[in-house]
């Protein structure tokens, strides 16, 4: 795996940065923008408030793009891996973006909607991937054009309250705690439009809500005024995530790994088992390469747990003092009071319950390859009548 890095003359600043700085957020350099890590509480606090009420996450830095035109399902099933023919109008779909080599450029969640598609991309490629939205739509000539909603200020709702919260800022006739998970909606509240999908990067429940720039503060400020939600910065996002077992591009995924090494396969449109055919207007950028991945591949990503300490990238995964795998992320669980994280690690070893060591600065500290999530998933079901 190659170390991403972003380089930038200037940080870029959220449209809320000073309200940030006015909640004393401490901000670092994150993709190019200038991010709020932590608040006052610390990330300790940040991550149990959202595992166990509601937390806000200023997300606005991801690349939120509108496709419309006549092509739009086959530019969308060219460019991204999802399955998209039998998804109804709102229905969002988490997929990946592939280059030739069947290398990820990206993951993104694109949601199909009545006259366009919906698609947001991590902050750190997003102007790559509009790139690749530009030779696919050149060298395709498909009739679509694109917008990047650049002044959409984007705030993620998470946690077992976020419904809460969301019924009492805009009301219950709205029925937001009733949408299915990865389902998107546009509502109307007092002549202002607000854009809501019910998803997230935490394990939780939870929504992303994109608002025009003028709107932002006013909503943050209601989602504040409910008592049951506070921010929280990039640090406790990151524990979140990991704990729930999710992966984030640039350390378990990035153009050099394919989704065979990084089990995201799962992602990838495969073909009807009857019939062999793929039901789709037409095929992804990587397939032709990835039964080739699969064949070469010599490792895949794994879960672990330290057994003391903590391990980060880019400490080595060891067996009997050999090199078997490298670290990809590695954090404190607040949840499981231990040290958890991703590895690559190569393929002869890679299986739940082998114990290995990882090599912290010099120490060899045993770790146990662990099935994920972490911690249970606790995504919106409808319960069946």
Not at 212 to 233: I, Y
Not at 302 to 324: L, N, Y
Request: charged share 25%; with cysteine.
């Amino acid at each position: 795996m190659k170390k991403i890095s972003y380089s930038f003359t200037q940080l870029m600043k959220l449209h809320l940065h000073d309200y940030h700085v006015n909640l004393k957020a401490k901000m670092v350099p994150f993709a190019g923008y200038d991010m709020p890590v932590q608040y006052p509480q610390g990330v300790l606090k940040e991550h149990l408030y959202c595992r166990e009420s509601c937390g806000l996450f200023d997300v606005s830095h991801m690349g939120q793009v509108k496709v419309f035109g006549e092509d739009r399902m086959k530019f969308v099933e060219t460019l991204t891996t999802g399955e998209f023919q039998t998804k109804k109008s709102g229905q969002s779909v988490l997929c990946l973006i592939l280059n030739e080599k069947a290398g990820i450029i990206d993951d993104t969640i694109v949601a199909k909607r009545d006259d366009h598609i919906h698609i947001v991309v991590n902050a750190g490629n997003k102007f790559i991937d509009m790139k690749q939205m530009d030779k696919i739509i050149k060298d395709y000539n498909y009739k679509v054009q694109y917008e990047y909603l650049k002044d959409k200020p984007l705030i993620a709702v998470q946690g077992p309250n976020a419904h809460k919260v969301l019924n009492e800022v805009f009301g219950t006739e709205y029925n937001l705690d009733k949408i299915p998970f990865m389902f998107m909606v546009n509502i109307q509240k007092n002549g202002i439009d607000y854009q809501i999908n019910r998803c997230g990067y935490t394990g939780e429940d939870g929504y992303e809500i994109s608002v025009e720039n003028s709107k932002a503060q006013e909503l943050c400020d209601k989602l504040l005024a409910t008592k049951m939600a506070q921010f929280c910065g990039l640090g406790a996002r990151d524990s979140l995530r990991l704990e729930a077992g999710l992966c984030l591009h640039g350390h378990e995924m990035d153009d050099t790994i394919s989704p065979y090494e990084a089990k995201l396969m799962w992602t990838v449109r495969k073909p009807n088992k009857e019939t062999g055919k793929y039901n789709e207007s037409a095929a992804f950028i990587g397939r032709d390469a990835l039964p080739q991945r699969q064949k070469d591949a010599k490792f895949k990503r794994m879960g672990f747990i330290t057994q003391s300490g903590i391990a980060r990238p880019p400490c080595d995964i060891e067996f009997q003092g050999q090199k078997i795998g490298s670290v990809t992320s590695g954090t404190y669980s607040p949840n499981l009071k231990k040290g958890l994280g991703f590895a690559f690690v190569n393929n002869e070893y890679a299986k739940d319950g082998t114990q290995l060591q990882a090599d912290i600065r010099g120490s060899k500290v045993n770790i146990t390859l662990s099935p994920t999530p972490f911690v249970p998933q606790r995504y919106y079901k409808p319960e069946k009548k």
